[in-house]
């Protein structure tokens, strides 16, 4: 049976997909690709959330491409201009045409004897099984479960009488005007949610059973507005993501150095923010040290200019259970609602979900090591766009893509067909492949990929070293094992 066939089969048009798609496009022009896309649009995350407020977590001249300047006013963009901003960058790079949606891969099997991947997919508009073949996979599909967020059992939730709604899965038509609500959670998403609910809701809460490091930004870069002033875009771009780069890695280095001092310097921040007399201690104070988990950025400072207004609350307690007319605390308050909003959380499901086999061997993820965070051990021809936990995503993504069109390179001009990841050898210790210590992360720790002690087997969260290694570094070391497809071996070397 004959499949159609591609050069390289790009999982995930969202800002990850594209960017790679971009990079294919640019180094290595006469390969031919697609991207397969489970949804009805291209944006990722970006077109999937929906919910009042969203926006990024980071500056968005890091956020951004390093090929397509960002050109907005704001630094801290909000969802539907990154969603924007991502359709852009593909139809001016010509890869919009390319995307097929509807189209989740389910399956892929790798033959070391054909040097390809043969790949199942279901249509999610029709139900239809269709198979493609391709030589490289390349997935970007991220690390969280789209179709269904994270929302642990709460007794009594039959018992609400009002409306229990989860970010992921938010409604057009929910009006929440005039109304009290509880948003559960004090991660990227209640932060961003409970301002932006606090300018028409009556009153909202946002309820969490412990703090986390929440930080103020200026929503506009006053350096990237000078320099976007004097100078055209394409040099005024790279010098601001390299300031905004060198800035974020020196505070993360103090975080891990000194956390004691960040801790002061953030516990002072929001101090200067609240209210006199404010509990800081009881409700921005987390337990763990600065980066254990991520930091929540909030621009201008909008949750505590809404708590500071009394249009919204923090509450740092337990839930015993739902009631008919709100949440019951371990403290015995009960906090009245008319909308809960679950913000709880995402699950981890990497690879959008599909299954692999290797040359009839189903692959086990959890017993995987990454070879330079983007690839497999024992895994060939595959890689996976994952970005940094401790910075913005899409500067290790773009690094990704960039490599990956290096690796292709390589081996056209080598003649090989076929590149496998070894894992490293005994005497390294394997930690998860994903370091924070978030619940998401804790819940699949079992399931995720390893990495190993030292590079090529050590996921760095390090963008200035990481450039060095996968835009400059050989692609020929220790941890990769390069080779021809059978039947193009001569005779006496097999």
């Known amino acids: 049976m004959t499949y159609e066939h591609v050069d390289v089969l ?65 630094a801290i963009a909000d969802g539907p201009s990154i969603r924007e901003y991502v359709r852009e960058t593909a139809r001016e790079h010509r890869v919009e045409d390319r995307i097929r949606y509807h189209h989740k891969v389910v399956h892929a099997e790798w033959s070391s004897a ?37 929302s642990p059992e709460f007794p009594g939730a039959q018992d609400f009488a009002g409306q229990v709604v989860h970010p992921q899965h938010w409604p057009e038509d929910l009006d929440y005007a005039g109304k009290r609500v509880v948003v559960i959670g004090s991660g990227a998403t209640a932060v961003t949610l409970v301002p932006a609910m606090a300018e028409r809701a009556e009153h909202v809460t ?47 280095t103090l975080s891990r150095k000194l956390p004691a001092l960040v801790k002061s310097v953030i516990r002072k921040g929001v101090q200067r923010a609240m209210p006199p007399g404010y509990d800081v201690d009881r409700h921005f104070r987390p337990s763990y040290d600065p980066w254990d988990q991520r930091l929540c950025v909030v621009p201008d400072g909008d949750l505590f200019r809404a708590v500071r207004r009394g249009r919204a609350s923090v509450v740092t307690d337990r839930i015993e259970r739902f ?6 605390l371990a403290s015995g308050e009960e906090l009245p609602a008319d909308v809960i909003v679950t913000a709880t959380g995402l699950n981890l499901l990497l690879l959008g979900g599909m299954t692999l086999t290797v040359d009839g061997e189903p692959v086990d993820l959890g017993k995987t090591v990454g070879y330079k965070g983007m690839m497999l051990s024992g895994v060939p021809n595959l890689a996976l766009a994952i970005g940094y936990t401790n910075a913005s995503w899409t500067l290790k993504v773009d690094l990704v893509g960039q490599y990956v069109t290096r690796l292709l ?41 390893k990495q190993g002690a030292r590079v090529p087997w050590r996921l760095r969260q390090n963008y200035s070293r990481d450039v060095l290694q996968l835009r400059f570094g050989s692609v020929d070391d220790e941890g990769m094992r390069f080779s021809r497809r059978p039947s193009l071996v001569p005779s006496s070397t097999r």
Not at 208 to 214: A, D, E, I
């Open 409 to 449: 390179q390589h081996m056209d001009r080598n003649g090989f067909q076929q590149c496998t990841p070894r894992a490293p050898g005994p005497d390294q210790e394997l930690t998860p492949l994903i370091d924070l210590k978030s619940g998401y992360v804790l819940r699949s720790v079992d399931v995720l990929p």
């Open 323 to 328: 009631t008919e007319q709100g949440i019951r």
């Open 10 to 74: 790009i999982i995930g048009a969202g800002i990850s997909g594209i960017g790679a798609a971009c990079h294919l496009r640019a180094g290595s022009p006469g390969k031919s690709f697609l991207i397969l896309e489970s949804r009805a649009a291209m944006g990722g995350t970006w077109d999937l959330f929906r919910y009042p407020g969203i926006r990024s977590d980071s500056d968005m001249f890091t956020l951004g491409y390093a090929f397509q300047p960002w050109r907005s006013a704001k």
């Open 114 to 150: 054909d040097a390809r991947w043969t790949v199942r997919v279901q249509r999610t508009d029709t139900g239809e099984t269709l198979h493609l073949t391709c030589g490289f996979l390349f997935t970007c599909t991220g690390y969280y479960r789209y179709d269904q967020g994270y």
């Open 206 to 252: 946002m309820l969490q059973r412990s703090p986390t490091y929440v930080i103020s930004r200026p929503s506009k870069d006053p350096v990237a507005d000078r320099l976007r002033g004097l100078l055209p875009a394409k040099l005024a771009y790279p010098l601001v993501r390299w300031k905004n780069v060198l800035l974020f890695q020196l505070s993360y």
